[in-house]
């Protein structure tokens, strides 16, 4: 069974570009999670999708944003670049039913270089 | 919002130590989760913890849930160099935030 597959793995904008990062959630879950993680740091909680909702999402400023497919997969849109936007940008996926009551799957994560 | 405290932020031992790291919450938690993110890695999710007081062991892992669900650790037993990496909390209020993490060094 795959796990959840994120694209691009890598890639570097210059600042005031956008980027749109995908992701795949494992077969037959809902839930689709995304985080932001500077270097060495932790993990932050930007937007929570759940059957194609929004269901949360973190303090990030509106130039954040996202949705979720019908088949669950997600997008992550981050616009007008900035040099702290660089980060390892994770997708997890779960089984629904709220936030927290399942285990979550992670993806191997886009990072995100901002020159 | 609501914040999730570990400590420490770093551990270095020996291998053959024993490590503990612990989460610490200001309020009440519904449950508490544990991920273990190797370096250059993704989280991977080790257990959940749901009842007050309740422990649970994974081989050398030890976890507890503390009796006013505000506080959790993990207990590693004679820590391996396989243990290196950073250990996060996650507890779930209207969303899954994480805790601070600790990261663990493991000297052969």
């Known amino acids: 069974e795959a796990g959840v597959t994120q694209s691009p793995t890598h890639l570097i904008k210059t600042r005031g570009q956008q980027v749109t990062l995908r992701c795949s959630p494992i077969?037959?879950?809902?839930?689709v999670y995304w985080y932001q993680q500077a270097l060495g740091l932790g993990l932050q909680f930007l937007l929570w999708?759940?059957?194609?909702?929004?269901?949360n999402r973190g303090n990030f400023p509106p130039r954040f944003s996202g949705r979720q497919f019908p088949n669950y997969s997600s997008e992550l849109n981050v616009n007008a670049l900035e040099l702290e936007d660089s980060a390892l940008y994770l997708c997890?996926?779960?089984?629904?039913?709220?936030?927290?009551?399942?285990?979550?799957?992670f993806g191997e994560g886009s990072r995100l270089t901002v020159l | 919002g609501q914040q999730v405290m570990q400590i420490p932020q770093y551990q270095h031992v020996q291998e053959g130590e024993d490590f503990t790291t612990y989460c610490n919450s200001s309020?009440?938690?519904?449950?508490i989760q544990w991920y273990k993110q190797r370096p250059g890695g993704h989280p991977v999710f080790l257990i959940q913890?749901?009842?007050?007081?309740e422990v649970k062991k994974q081989k050398r892992l030890t976890f507890q849930f503390g009796e006013a669900k505000k506080n959790s650790s993990l207990h590693i037993t004679a820590t391996q160099t396989t243990d290196v990496g950073t250990y996060f909390c996650?507890?779930?209020?209207?969303?899954?935030?994480f805790g601070t993490g600790t990261r663990l060094q493991v000297f052969p």
């Open positions: 997890a996926s779960s089984s629904g039913g709220g936030a927290g009551t399942g285990e979550l799957f």
């Open positions: 077969s037959g879950h809902t839930s």
């Open positions: 999708y759940d059957e194609g909702e929004e269901r």
């Open positions: 309020t009440t938690l519904s449950n």
């Open positions: 913890l749901v009842k007050s007081g």
């Open positions: 996650a507890t779930n209020t209207d969303k899954l935030i």
